[in-house]
């Protein structure tokens, strides 16, 4: 009767990976870098503006965004203004150091603001730069730089009667939101070919906005609880021989619990079959006696016999 039941799963596993199109988001995280005094502040609306932007252009790239706001929340990060570069991206590192697997990421984008207000004989004359690199945080390589800046500049009146401090900032968000959404175009463009350089696949999407679809793999957390060694073990095994796991990595492992990340390609719903499948695989266990709970990408396996 278990080996009915086995095959029935397998069958089922195998039908359904034949019918299914996988297509997973890449992720990404971003981050804002304002140590050049001459660079626009964190702190700013502007920069704001800015980096919401960017994170509209990379979702409709098909890229899963990690934001400094993420990071803030669960990870009780906190990122202070004027902090250099080589600390920003320590701070992305330690991220990927954690038991967290959803604030986690391969890739990096670290990006700076640059205005400028020119005094013309009869009016103002306002542009803005945006520049910044695009990095392997397993490698530390940067994969990528890029550099936007409008061709043409904006008008802004020279009397402060008519234009005041208030309203040159509001100009310089406004444009700077115009740049960003132009920058952010490019940038995908840019991230599409820094997934290839590290293995990723990029393939055209035929959506109207002309964006880029990534198949890459999305990492899970991954709890056994209540898994011997030799179960554990074995269970790795099977997951790695579906070929649908792309990478296993043991987190942490204490008494009674192993915290691992996967990487796959596949939807929850074929993992969880994935994910039984293997566990049938261990003679040792009864499948009844299973709790699988999943839960967005965190997943939590636990033996109650």
């Given at each position: 009767?278990?080996?009915?039941?086995?095959?029935?799963?397998?069958?089922?596993?195998?039908?359904?990976?034949?019918?299914?199109?996988?297509?997973?988001?890449?992720?990404?995280?971003?981050?804002?870098?304002?140590?050049?005094?001459?660079?626009?502040?964190?702190?700013?609306?502007?920069?704001?503006?800015?980096?919401?932007?960017?994170?509209?252009?990379?979702?409709?790239?098909?890229?899963?965004?990690?934001?400094?706001?993420?990071?803030?929340?669960?990870?009780?990060?906190?990122?202070?203004?004027?902090?250099?570069?080589?600390?920003?991206?320590?701070?992305?590192?330690?991220?990927?150091?954690?038991?967290?697997?959803?604030?986690?990421?391969?890739?990096?984008?670290?990006?700076?603001?640059?205005?400028?207000?020119?005094?013309?004989?009869?009016?103002?004359?306002?542009?803005?730069?945006?520049?910044?690199?695009?990095?392997?945080?397993?490698?530390?390589?940067?994969?990528?730089?890029?550099?936007?800046?409008?061709?043409?500049?904006?008008?802004?009146?020279?009397?402060?009667?008519?234009?005041?401090?208030?309203?040159?900032?509001?100009?310089?968000?406004?444009?700077?939101?115009?740049?960003?959404?132009?920058?952010?175009?490019?940038?995908?463009?840019?991230?599409?070919?820094?997934?290839?350089?590290?293995?990723?696949?990029?393939?055209?999407?035929?959506?109207?906005?002309?964006?880029?679809?990534?198949?890459?793999?999305?990492?899970?957390?991954?709890?056994?609880?209540?898994?011997?060694?030799?179960?554990?073990?074995?269970?790795?095994?099977?997951?790695?021989?579906?070929?649908?796991?792309?990478?296993?990595?043991?987190?942490?492992?204490?008494?009674?619990?192993?915290?691992?990340?996967?990487?796959?390609?596949?939807?929850?719903?074929?993992?969880?079959?994935?994910?039984?499948?293997?566990?049938?695989?261990?003679?040792?266990?009864?499948?009844?006696?299973?709790?699988?709970?999943?839960s967005g990408t965190d997943i939590e396996v636990e033996n109650l016999g």
């Open positions: 009767m278990k080996i009915i039941t086995k095959l029935i799963y397998l069958i089922a596993i195998i039908f359904t990976i034949n019918i299914v199109q996988v297509n997973a988001q890449t992720r990404v995280v971003i981050t804002g870098e304002d140590s050049n005094k001459n660079s626009i502040e964190r702190t700013s609306e502007v920069f704001k503006r800015v980096i919401s932007q960017l994170q509209e252009s990379l979702s409709r790239g098909n890229y899963y965004v990690i934001d400094e706001d993420m990071l803030g929340v669960k990870l009780g990060f906190s990122f202070n203004s004027r902090r250099p570069k080589t600390e920003l991206i320590e701070t992305l590192m330690v991220a990927n150091q954690t038991e967290d697997a959803t604030v986690q990421s391969r890739l990096a984008v670290v990006f700076a603001i640059f205005p400028q207000v020119k005094d013309l004989s009869a009016t103002r004359k306002l542009e803005v730069r945006i520049r910044g690199d695009v990095y392997d945080l397993e490698t530390l390589r940067p994969l990528a730089n890029f550099e936007y800046k409008p061709k043409k500049a904006y008008l802004i009146p020279k009397n402060s009667s008519q234009c005041d401090s208030l309203c040159v900032e509001e100009a310089l968000g406004e444009k700077s939101r115009e740049v960003a959404r132009e920058l952010g175009d490019v940038l995908t463009k840019k991230l599409n070919l820094a997934v290839q350089k590290i293995g990723g696949s990029s393939q055209s999407s035929s959506s109207d906005s002309g964006a880029s679809s990534i198949n890459m793999s999305k990492t899970y957390n991954l709890n056994l609880i209540r898994l011997n060694a030799v179960q554990s073990l074995q269970f790795k095994k099977s997951l790695e021989n579906s070929g649908q796991i792309k990478n296993i990595k043991l987190l942490s492992r204490a008494e009674s619990s192993r915290k691992m990340s996967i990487d796959t390609a596949v939807d929850l719903g074929i993992l969880e079959e994935i994910l039984l499948e293997s566990l049938m695989n261990i003679d040792t266990i009864n499948i009844d006696n299973i709790r699988l709970n999943m």
